[in-house]
């Protein structure tokens, strides 16, 4: 399956001194044995730096001055961590142009599975050998970047409630997720009035929750198969939009079988680039995962060759 948009480069072991990022709090490994798996099956690397993300350490403030360094060394960055961890780890090496390979060790792991890239933590670092740089397209919502989606209307409010209820519970789960998100969904909430500028043409829409995603792995959790080939060029646009509580618990029968896409009030098109506005200054939105608060319009759009990333050298 073609992943790339571009012809692959350097690689790793050989062209790049490394610093490795690794978050403590994510996967089956800990940072020490992520270390000595590092050392122990990947000798050639010319790894220089270890940076454990632990106890008090601000992720966002010490990812940036760690890109930073190495953006000014010339080094390459290696990223450990859940989806979380490497979304914002992508973030910078885009801010600061520095290459970038991960090692996805979270619970759901969306943009390492997207890239086809090994499940077990152990096989991912003995293949680190085998990668090259490639160039690859990103998504964008004014200017920030996103690895899996950026969804607008109730979904931010999905996810502030999904946190409130696991601090509620004491501890974090996908049940506790679920839970607090279906609560969430089955309130009565009026759907959102959206308008689009799309290729020129202005409209409006009405959507309970509206998507956008260039994650082949969530595309295929909603019952959508896109091909990788084709979100290198373009992103997905999911409107999801019941209009009574008959058909929101319709839809989370599907959602729960992945058929969400049979629903006629699921809607999808492909898109390079729309602009996204609403009758107030501002826009929440969950980037993934996190709510970040935009000013409208919001640009969305798909930058090519936005990223240099270490991916399997086919």
Same mark, same amino acid.
């Given at each position: 399956?073609?992943?790339?948009?571009?012809?692959?480069?350097?690689?790793?072991?050989?062209?790049?001194?490394?610093?490795? *990022?690794?978050?403590? +709090?994510? /996967? #089956?490994? %800990?940072?020490?044995?992520?270390?000595?798996? &590092?050392?122990?099956?990947?000798?050639?690397?010319?790894?220089?730096?270890?940076?454990?993300?632990?106890?008090?350490?601000?992720?966002?403030?010490?990812?940036?001055?760690?890109?930073?360094?190495?953006?000014?060394?010339?080094?390459?960055?290696?990223?450990?961590?859940?989806?979380?961890?490497?979304?914002?780890?992508?973030?910078?090496?885009?801010?600061?142009?520095?290459? *970038?390979?991960?090692? +996805?060790? /979270? #619970?759901? %792991?969306?943009?390492?599975?997207?890239?086809? &890239?090994?499940?077990?933590?152990?096989?991912?670092?003995?293949?680190?050998?085998?990668?090259?740089?490639?160039?690859?397209?990103?998504?964008?919502?004014?200017?920030?970047?996103?690895?899996?989606?950026?969804?607008?209307?109730?979904?931010?409010?999905?996810?502030?409630?999904?946190?409130?209820?696991?601090?509620?519970?004491?501890?974090?789960?996908?049940?506790?997720?679920?839970?607090?998100?279906?609560?969430?969904?089955?309130? %009565?909430?009026?759907?959102?009035?959206?308008?689009?500028?799309?290729?020129?043409?202005?409209?409006?829409?009405?959507?309970?929750?509206?998507?956008?995603?260039?994650?082949?792995?969530?595309?295929?959790?909603?019952?959508?198969?896109?091909?990788?080939?084709?979100?290198?060029?373009?992103?997905?646009?999911?409107?999801?939009?019941?209009?009574?509580?008959?058909?929101?618990?319709?839809?989370?029968?599907?959602?729960?079988?992945?058929?969400?896409?049979?629903?006629?009030?699921?809607?999808?098109?492909?898109?390079?680039?729309?602009?996204?506005?609403?009758?107030?200054?501002?826009?929440?939105?969950?980037?993934?995962?996190?709510?970040?608060?935009?000013?409208?319009?919001?640009?969305?759009?798909?930058?090519?060759?936005?990223?240099?990333?270490?991916?399997?050298?086919?």
């Amino acid at each position: 399956m073609s992943h790339v948009a571009v012809q692959q480069e350097k690689s790793m072991h050989s062209d790049y001194q490394c610093s490795v *990022i690794i978050n403590s +709090g994510s /996967g #089956t490994l %800990n940072a020490q044995e992520t270390v000595q798996a &590092l050392k122990s099956s990947q000798p050639h690397l010319q790894i220089e730096h270890f940076h454990i993300i632990e106890g008090d350490v601000n992720p966002e403030k010490a990812m940036k001055e760690w890109f930073d360094n190495a953006a000014k060394a010339g080094h390459a960055v290696i990223v450990a961590g859940g989806d979380g961890t490497l979304s914002l780890g992508i973030k910078f090496a885009i801010e600061y142009d520095v290459p *970038i390979a991960v090692l +996805g060790m /979270g #619970t759901f %792991n969306l943009f390492a599975r997207h890239y086809n &890239l090994p499940v077990d933590p152990l096989i991912q670092i003995q293949s680190l050998n085998k990668y090259a740089l490639t160039h690859v397209s990103m998504c964008f919502a004014n200017n920030t970047p996103f690895t899996t989606s950026a969804a607008f209307g109730l979904y931010p409010e999905i996810i502030e409630e999904r946190e409130y209820y696991q601090e509620q519970f004491g501890f974090r789960s996908q049940a506790t997720g679920y839970f607090a998100g279906l609560l969430t969904f089955l309130k %009565n909430r009026p759907s959102m009035r959206f308008k689009f500028t799309d290729q020129g043409e202005v409209f409006n829409h009405e959507s309970l929750v509206f998507m956008a995603t260039h994650n082949r792995i969530h595309l295929e959790n909603l019952g959508f198969d896109i091909s990788n080939a084709q979100l290198e060029e373009e992103f997905a646009l999911v409107s999801i939009n019941p209009e009574t509580l008959s058909e929101k618990l319709r839809l989370v029968m599907k959602g729960s079988v992945g058929t969400l896409n049979e629903d006629p009030n699921v809607h999808l098109v492909m898109r390079k680039e729309i602009i996204l506005d609403a009758d107030q200054e501002f826009l929440d939105c969950a980037v993934d995962g996190e709510i970040l608060r935009f000013n409208t319009p919001v640009k969305i759009e798909r930058r090519t060759n936005a990223l240099r990333l270490f991916l399997p050298n086919t």
